[in-house]
């Protein structure tokens, strides 16, 4: 079984100040790991992934993510917080090899101008 | 390249009334998923897919079928509609093979349904 969970129903942050939004997850096996946006009445959009390589992966608009295996984490983070990140985020897991994604409840992000 | 379609947008239907939700995608991904999205809950799967003609069962798949003819189409059928699947529907697609974009899920823009 592989599952995710996104310790935060919020976080809130001021412009300008970095943001973490934080990620741990369970698989067996290797963990393939993703962050997903959703702004309000659209659909997800990717905005990382951590397949293998390098455990601080950049992403679109900024954001970067680390993996840590010993931690079983892959917290979402931006050195700047901009208004147009406010939004839901979603982490997600798949094992490798198993063709099912698993989705976190999702983080709502605020930043405050 | 239009992506991932689905239609209705939005849906009102009484208990017990079925409907199909219709999904389309024109990027030729093996891989295609139905999740639902409902407060609290986050995105569950429904039904999965990973190439025409073979389907199988999510987290949450009672009350669902699906069916996948063609690797365009991925239909969602809701035999007998209950309120509990009162909920927003979001189709996925993506590759199961190649050097890039493997894994990464491509969404449609939902399905807004409500069962009274």
């Known amino acids: 079984a592989q599952s995710v969970a996104q310790p935060e129903d919020q976080v809130n942050v001021a412009e300008g100040n970095p943001l973490t939004v934080k990620c741990t997850y369970s698989?067996?096996?290797?963990?393939?790991l993703f962050w997903y946006v959703q702004y309000p009445n659209r659909g997800l959009q990717f905005l990382l992934k951590?397949?293998?390589?390098?455990?601080l992966v950049k992403g679109s608009y900024g954001f970067e993510a680390e993996f840590n295996k010993s931690q079983t984490s892959f917290h979402l983070k931006k050195p700047s917080a901009l208004v147009s990140d406010s939004a839901l985020y979603f982490c997600a897991v798949r094992s490798g090899g198993y063709q099912k994604v698993t989705f976190g409840i999702g983080t709502k992000l605020q930043v405050i101008p | 390249n239009a992506g991932v379609t689905q239609t209705p947008k939005f849906q009102v239907l009484k208990t017990g009334q079925s409907m199909t939700l219709q999904c389309a995608q024109d990027?030729?991904?093996?891989?295609m998923s139905w999740y639902r999205q409902d407060p609290g809950m986050g995105l569950r799967l429904i039904h999965y897919?990973?190439?025409?003609?073979?389907?199988d069962q999510g987290e949450v798949p009672n009350g669902y079928n699906v069916s996948r003819s063609t690797t365009e189409d991925f239909p969602l059928r809701l035999l007998s509609a209950a309120p509990s699947q009162t909920s927003v529907y979001f189709c996925?697609?993506?590759?199961?093979?190649?050097?890039?974009?493997?894994?990464?899920?491509?969404f449609g823009p939902g399905t807004r349904l409500t069962v009274l």
């Open positions: 996925a697609s993506r590759p199961t093979s190649g050097s890039d974009g493997t894994d990464t899920q491509y």
């Open positions: 698989v067996s096996g290797n963990p393939y």
């Open positions: 990027m030729n991904h093996e891989y």
């Open positions: 951590y397949i293998t390589g390098d455990n």
């Open positions: 897919s990973v190439g025409a003609g073979i389907t």
